[in-house]
């Protein structure tokens, strides 16, 4: 989701309880002719401008999208993390014609995260101030609290979801976002919202988490480290079995965000600080690099995560910062399955 920064302004958010209107206004966008990736970097893949989403917010200074999920009618939905009380916290998006509206808000949630559940249909949202993780219904209504509390005698501070087939739930846990501290964890939560139990801890501040495509195990980044770890599971994906670092992401002034895995097992990583997402395979190599066009980066400071249709490779980005919120299509390497599909 982010940096310290951000975690002090939802602390601070939560606890003013700001209210203000604000305007969003769909905006169609056009890409520019491609551009050579760094060395290193593999291929540049260009994306395109579908929707201008969100304008930062007087009262909170920032706008972020996050969490883009597509349903089966194929409307993306997404979560702006820092808007204040009241305005507009989940969008749906019209990818044909960019044109949102506002489908759920409240005056205490800072969500983080979106996931359609696989057993109801339902929207799961992560409450990074809360701790708890919310359901909607697609359309934002009938809100419910699906789980909330201290796992093993602390609060979550809950970033990003993946499901397994069964329908539990695994959360990356920012716990202990103050700089120097590495107590994040990764917390598992069963289908029915009852037990919680913690699979790994003191982790530099995990992120994304994404299963890989055959769901042996998790892929988690660290964005305090700018790496991507591997978790490998027991049979009923109940306990980590072995855990290693994977991938050192290369990223500069930029971190590890989000992750999403494509049927082809590869991994895209969003990157915090730069609006761009680093490509690679399941062994490490990287592919390729997406990014916004050069005359269109000036005022956008994040990629934080991506939607991959499924079954389809045509993939949908939220890009963040000081110009405002937007969503940008480009043309995944790989098909999209659930692990490539909101998170």
Not at 250 to 266: E, K
Not at 275 to 292: C, F, I, S
Request: hydrophobic share 35%; with cysteine; aromatic share 6%.
């Amino acid at each position: 989701m982010a940096t310290y920064r951000m975690f002090r302004l939802l602390v601070g958010l939560a606890a003013v309880g700001l209210s203000a209107l604000t305007g969003c206004a769909a905006q169609a966008g056009a890409g520019a002719a491609p551009h050579p990736a760094p060395v290193g970097e593999g291929k540049s893949i260009r994306a395109t401008r579908v929707a201008h989403v969100t304008d930062v917010h007087e009262a909170t200074g920032m706008t972020l999208l996050e969490g883009p999920v597509l349903d089966e009618d194929g409307t993306l939905y997404v979560v702006d993390v820092t808007a204040p009380p009241g305005e507009p916290k989940v969008i749906s998006v019209d990818v044909a014609t960019g044109e949102h509206e506002g489908v759920y808000t409240d005056r205490t949630g800072a969500y983080t995260s979106a996931q359609v559940g696989p057993r109801d249909g339902r929207l799961y949202l992560t409450d990074y101030v809360t701790g708890s993780i919310v359901t909607v219904a697609l359309d934002g209504s009938d809100p419910r609290t699906f789980f909330s509390g201290e796992v093993d005698g602390s609060r979550m501070n809950p970033d990003d979801i993946a499901f397994d087939d069964e329908g539990n739930l695994y959360i990356s846990d920012l716990r202990g976002m103050e700089p120097g501290k590495a107590e994040g964890r990764i917390v598992r939560i069963d289908r029915a919202g009852t037990k919680a139990t913690v699979l790994a801890d003191g982790l530099a501040h995990p992120n994304g988490i994404v299963f890989d495509p055959e769901q042996h195990g998790l892929w988690i980044s660290e964005l305090a480290e700018n790496t991507v770890s591997y978790l490998l599971l027991d049979a009923d994906r109940t306990a980590v079995t072995s855990r290693h670092e994977a991938i050192h992401v290369d990223g500069g002034l930029a971190r590890t965000d989000s992750i999403a895995v494509d049927a082809d097992g590869n991994l895209y990583q969003a990157l915090h600080g730069r609006p761009a997402m680093a490509v690679h395979d399941r062994y490490g190599k990287r592919l390729a690099t997406v990014e916004v066009p050069a005359e269109n980066a000036e005022g956008l400071e994040s990629a934080t995560n991506v939607a991959i249709t499924p079954g389809g490779r045509t993939a949908y980005m939220t890009v963040s910062g000081p110009d405002g919120g937007y969503v940008y299509r480009f043309t995944a390497p790989g098909k999209g399955i659930r692990q490539s599909n909101g998170g």
